[in-house]
């Protein structure tokens, strides 16, 4: 199926620093119909370097970046349920971000955009829900930075959520997530062609924002999915070179993605974004995660992947355990997968499964108190 | 104890690349006293970054990166034991690498040193301790980078190795650590002060070089560390600066130690370490370390560390199922502990005394035998 991005633009948003955004745009596409009920409305959450484009084919022939999960007859089924992706607040895919037009000067926003939140992230999707008059949201789902906002959906708006499934995800970005991110600005910003974030009218900081990628492609993978993909496998070659030139496979696909990246993604929504994340903590700084699952009565299926190091399992665990001290309805699967951070993304079997058969029970279970 | 570093010149060396090096400088320190049989000498192979100060005070106040593993009493007891130390090929703490002179010139080679491997600072260690009179070492022993040259001690020089202590290492680089490697070279090269590697009359790539040392602790850090450490405490405020300066005290960290690291180490000798790293396989691209340990009477003690994400316990694992299978005499301890492949320098009181142990019998054994 071909699909068009669509836009909506609101007068304002009010941000969880202080600062008000005006106008705000917001890129959305959608897959599937809505039912006259309204009720089988699901979100799609992207991850930090996604885009509205979740499903289909665009018109350009780019398939969406979850089109294994979103389609007929697929995980989630569009012949059953109305599915909405939008490009998150901060970023370069249609929605309002640093690259955008600051109204008050008519120059890209650059380093002068506010710095958002995961909550303020959700925020504009409620207002995006609200244009579509739905009131209340069959599920929201999402993988890593999308199972956050999925998470935050639950705990801001808990009654507008039947069900949230959070993949691959933190209730709170770690030390350890916050130090990957912090590497990824550094490089950014180390970069001369950076200039303080205004280089629209310029070339954009490559090297940066591709030494960030780089770094950032190790995490989504695991030690066994490297070894398996790439080993000590040489590129084009017999011999090591005994230079600086490319050696080894996994230096060629490194140096490859990182190039690729910079042609997609603009380099200061590399850092507004990875800001957001390293900012989200679902309690707000009090490490009390009961207290906000306490009044939640959406339902949860949470996910996450054996060999996932970037997000590991107990971070998801520790979810699941607190739901359940709240006699929360909860379900979780650690699956088994090599494939790292990424196996959200590519190892799709039984997740297929596991997704369907929470979402069918939660539209009867819907249908039934309807 | 004051310790001075002190210098050997040899004529040349060949390098596995096919090349000459000439003339080559070694940097070292010694420990304790050589006995009248020379068979009390115990070699300390350094990890990436370390040096030939291993123990005891420099003029300049400065304790040895293992100062407290090496000293009277302690585990390389150095009322018993000659210790020696040595900065590796290819290293800019006095021995000769890309900083040096090259007689051809009178200017520093740069990018015209040859790139060298494992072995090439494994045979000039060989040139040293033969300078010193010394046929047969009691032990050599290393953490990470040290172990790769332990390893190889062993396997190119079996005869001059009564035991060999790899630590928290591995046979051959992975493709996961060849990758970290890479972004690290990719970072400097992408630094415009950089120029090629020629800028030792101008100022370093400072920027690069920090973002790779950047890259570089992370990894040697375990999540469970840096969590422990740092956790999302906020450092000198009380609320998100929603700006990009440093929020987290990990940000703070991790700037403070990339900045501290340009000024004690050349970029370009990080370029041509990192690369002899990637480069070794014990094996020599056979994949068989079987065939390396078939005739190696070499005594084995191999330490690995649970935490340790960058040199896992498995790889350490590998080498003590081939040496068993080949009946060699092999200790194998898989210590406990949170610090990740920094453990290796910083929790050593079980190590301490594995190593003690060890060392005693293969003295005792030794003297036996003699």
Redesign the interface.
């Known amino acids: 199926m071909i699909v068009e991005t669509q836009y909506a633009r609101f007068d304002s948003i009010e941000l969880e ?2 600062t008000t955004l005006s106008p705000v745009d917001i890129a959305y596409e959608t897959y599937g119909r809505l039912n006259e009920r309204r009720s089988n409305a699901i979100l799609i959450t992207h991850a930090f370097t996604g885009d509205a484009h979740a499903a289909g084919v665009s018109k350009d022939g780019k398939p969406g970046w979850w089109d294994k999960m979103i389609g007929p007859g697929l995980a989630f089924d569009t012949d059953r349920y109305f599915v909405i992706c939008s490009n998150v607040l901060g970023g370069c895919q249609g929605t309002t971000g640093p690259a955008s037009e600051n109204p008050a000067t008519g120059l890209p926003y650059g ?1 002068s955009f ?2 958002i939140t995961i909550r303020d992230m959700v925020r504009l999707q409620r207002m995006l829900v609200d244009h579509l008059g739905i009131q209340r949201l069959l599920c929201v789902a999402g993988g890593s930075m999308g199972g956050m906002q999925a998470l935050q959906w639950a705990v801001s708006y808990p009654e507008r959520v039947q069900c949230c499934i959070p993949i691959a995800t933190t209730w ?5 997530q ?3 991110n ?2 990824g ?3 950014i ?4 062609d950076w200039c303080g974030g205004d280089y629209y009218d310029k070339k954009p900081p490559a ?2 924002l ?2 960030a990628r ?2 950032g ?2 995490t989504y ?1 695991s ?1 066994d999915s ?2 398996e ?4 496998k040489l590129r084009e070659k017999e011999k ?1 070179g ?3 030139g490319v ?2 496979e ?2 060629s696909y ?2 490859y993605r ?1 190039s690729q990246f910079v042609t997609r993604f603009d380099a200061n929504s590399y ?1 507004y974004i990875t ?1 957001a994340e ?2 989200f ?1 679902l309690t707000q ?1 009090t490490g009390k995660l009961i207290d906000m699952f306490q009044t939640v009565t959406t339902r949860f299926l949470v996910i996450s992947f054996t060999s996932d ?1 970037l997000y ?1 399992s107990y971070q998801s665990q520790e979810i699941v355990k607190v739901l359940r001290r709240v006699n929360g309805d909860v379900a979780y699967c650690d699956l088994q997968s090599s494939y790292g951070h990424d196996a959200f993304l590519v190892d799709i079997e039984e997740q297929t499964e596991i997704v369907r058969g929470f979402l069918d029970s939660t539209a009867r279970l819907a249908a039934v108190a309807a």
């Open positions: 620093g202080g380093m506010p710095v709170r970005h770690s030390a350890q916050i130090a990957f912090e590497v600005r550094q490089a910003m180390a970069d001369p090297r940066g591709s030494i780089m770094v492609h190790i993978m030690d490297m070894r993909k790439f080993g000590r090591f005994f230079d600086f050696d080894f996994v230096e490194l140096r990182g850092m800001k390293d900012y903590d700084g190091w590991p």
